[in-house]
C-alpha cells in the first residue's frame, strides 16, 4: 500500500495532544509528517463517525496490516484503536454507542458485510 492519509486534529489541539496522536500511529504503521492540523500516515481513509457521546469526531483507516480508528475524545485528547481484522476495530473503544457508530460505518462502507435482521 503506498496511498497517504491524514487524521486532522482540532485547531484547539494541545502539543500534548499532536504528540499522542503521533506516537499511537506510529504504533500502527508509518508516519510521514505532521503538521498544526494533521497527521499524515501510510494507510487510506475508508470512513467517518461524529460526534458521538464525547467523541468530537473518529476517521477509519485502512493500513497496510490492518485497520485504524482515531478518534478526538472531548475529555480525554485523542484515542487510538487497532485491528488486524476490521471486524474487531470497534471493540477498542469502550463506549457501546461509539463502538455501534464504528461497525454502522464499516458496513456503510462495504469493508463489514451487512448485517441482517431476522424477521
Not at 482540532?10 to 502539543?15: F, I, L, M, N, T
Not at 475508508?46 to 475524545?73: K, S
Not at 469502550?94 to 463502538?99: G, K, S, T, Y
Not at 457508530?101 to 462502507?109: A, P, V
Request: cysteine-free; overall charge negative.
Amino acid at each position: 500500500m503506498s496511498e497517504t492519509t491524514e487524521f486532522p486534529l482540532p485547531y484547539d489541539a494541545s502539543d500534548d495532544e499532536r504528540a499522542t496522536a503521533r506516537r499511537e500511529i506510529a504504533k500502527h504503521t508509518e508516519v510521514l509528517g505532521d503538521a498544526d492540523r494533521a497527521i499524515r500516515f501510510v494507510g487510506r481513509s475508508i470512513g467517518q463517525t461524529g460526534p458521538v457521546w464525547h467523541f468530537q469526531y473518529t476517521r477509519l483507516y485502512r493500513l497496510p496490516n490492518g485497520y485504524l480508528a482515531a478518534a478526538r475524545d472531548l475529555h480525554e485528547g485523542v484515542k487510538v484503536a487497532f485491528a488486524a481484522d476490521a471486524a474487531d476495530l470497534a471493540a477498542g473503544f469502550e463506549n457501546p454507542l461509539v463502538r455501534e457508530f464504528i461497525e454502522d460505518e464499516l458496513r456503510f462502507r462495504n469493508v463489514l458485510a451487512p448485517q441482517h435482521v431476522a424477521d
